[in-house]
């Protein structure tokens, strides 16, 4: 009797593990598990660890081991590898899949992303558990040691703090009983895929809410799983997820020195299975590495918000208009040469305008031409992260940047009748979206934009 169900149980797992893909429960902290789309999301170059068993109170229950490496080349390209083992009986599942991620920013807030995966999977047998009836078996000699190729493909769209996912899990139908390597390729038709979505709320200052959906369709079975997850100012992370035909499961996820995180998930058993299958039990480890992916786009290392010296605000202050005056000057020189010999090291814009009889002449002309070259001037691009009527409420918001760690300032435009809240330290020349979209990932203001011709 024991004899018919290790074999039973062996061309089951023969037969599924064939095809499909190990299910995990903290996908939604590492999504390159379910979705190659996803390498590199977090702009850190990472190593992901995770230790997966399922089933424990059966015996010779399944157990999973993974491991992947995502090097994020630049903010647009990502290269992954991923590799898993899963046991289950005398069964041993083995595949190792490279990937190549590539980000496309549509605009400030939306982003296209894809990811291809290609690589192979192998079935082992462990022989030694067998009788010599069951190694003469023709099946099992076939099943055994054989290897297949594996693919997945995904994409992922991402507007603000919304994002889609699909993937594709199994690109190449593969048959565990036939040996026939890589020389019979056949597409498995979309018979395997998966389709997410996410979205991150922010509850307070320091608190974050994420509702993570996800339907699984496979050859065998479809199934339906949510996860919802609480993070606390982006250190400890509780949460709870519900996976359709099985049952509940909670998460508890905490971060180490700011580039290690530890998780652990456990997944109670249903009612049908508690009795002789058990839960599960998944351990989760991850390594953030190197710089963000902003220091590979400036090519220069940028102090963090809080290491920021307050001394510089004068300095900024008094180069602003230098630099503006000096772009005025070039283009006014038949004005400019006869009065400013002498007090050049006077304020620029009194001595240049008020002493000569053709003032008159020369405000319009100044007026009037700077808007007709935009391209000469060094135009410096402010970076607005907040837009007020009332000043009492730029005030405010100017306090709450402050407690979060970011130096501002406020610029009242007598143009527009906005009061504006500026992050002085994040000014540029003629920035790109992918710089904004890499700022507005560093700091705690998602919607921030950038204005040009703000003068304080």
Known sequence: MRLIFTLFSLFACLFTLGQELPVYNQYVFDPY????????????????????????GATDAPTTMGANVQYVANPRVTLGLNVYNQNVVLLSTTSVMATFGYRIPINRNNIFSFGLSGGAFSNRIDLDGLTQEQLNDPLILQANNNWKMDGQFGVNFT??????????????????????????????????????????????????????????????????????????????SIGGFYRQDYGPGFLVRLRIKSRMEVGYGHEFASSQAKNFLGGSQEVQFKWKLGKKAEDLVTKREERTIDSTSTEKQPVVAEQKPDSSQVAKNEKQPVNTTPPVTEPVNQPAVTNNTAPTNNNAVSEPAL???????????????????????????????????KSRGLRTEMIYSQESGYYYVVAPDHEKED??????LIIRDKIPFKDAWYKSGLKK
């Open 33 to 56: 598990l379910i979705n190659p789309s996803y390498v590199g999301q977090s702009g850190f170059s990472e190593i992901n660890l995770i230790y997966r068993s399922q089933w424990t």
């Open 159 to 236: 507007h603000r703090r919304l994002t889609l996912g699909f993937s594709l899990l199994r690109l190449f139908e593969n048959n565990a009983f036939v040996n026939e390597g890589f020389s019979n390729i056949k597409f498995s038709e979309l018979k395997n895929k998966a389709v997410t979505a996410s979205y991150v709320f922010n509850i307070g200052n320091s608190v974050e809410f994420m509702p993570y959906l996800m339907y699984r369709f496979s050859e065998n079975y479809n199934f339906f799983e949510g996860t919802g997850v609480l993070t606390f100012r982006k250190v400890i």
């Open 367 to 401: 007026a009037e031409t700077a808007p007709t070259e935009p391209e000469k001037p060094r135009v410096r691009y402010s970076l607005v992260i907040g837009t007020f009527h009332s000043s009492s409420n730029a005030v405010a918001f100017v306090r709450t940047a």
């Open 431 to 436: 920035p790109t979206v992918e710089e904004l």
